[in-house]
């Protein structure tokens, strides 16, 4: 259902907890299996925001590289200790 410039739809929750991402929701946000969904408890309600698999090309700046794998995570381990 479209309303105004925001779209609406409805589903319900299985006896299990379980949703759908309605289709009109998926096709508009491009949302496939494996995605993240976002749910963010607010004052005003709940947002529910998709987010995207992250794979190792994402993440890849996340972790600097000096040579030794082995080494760099001993550091970081002492260094959060």
């Known amino acids: 259902?479209?309303?105004?410039?925001?779209m609406v739809e409805e589903?319900?929750?299985?006896?299990g907890y379980q949703t759908v991402?309605?289709?009109a929701i998926r096709k508009a946000?491009?949302?496939?299996?494996?995605?993240?969904?976002?749910?963010?408890?607010?004052d005003n309600g709940i947002l529910v925001?998709?987010?995207?698999k992250r794979t190792l090309q994402d993440i890849t700046g996340f972790v600097k590289s000096d040579g030794d794998a082995v080494e760099s995570k001993r550091k970081i381990q002492k260094g959060l200790k």
Do not use: Q
């Open 1 to 6: 259902m479209l309303c105004g410039l925001i």
């Open 11 to 15: 589903t319900k929750v299985s006896k």
């Open 21 to 23: 991402v309605p289709s």
């Open 29 to 42: 946000h491009n949302i496939i299996p494996g995605d993240i969904v976002e749910w963010i408890d607010t």
């Open 49 to 52: 925001r998709p987010g995207k």
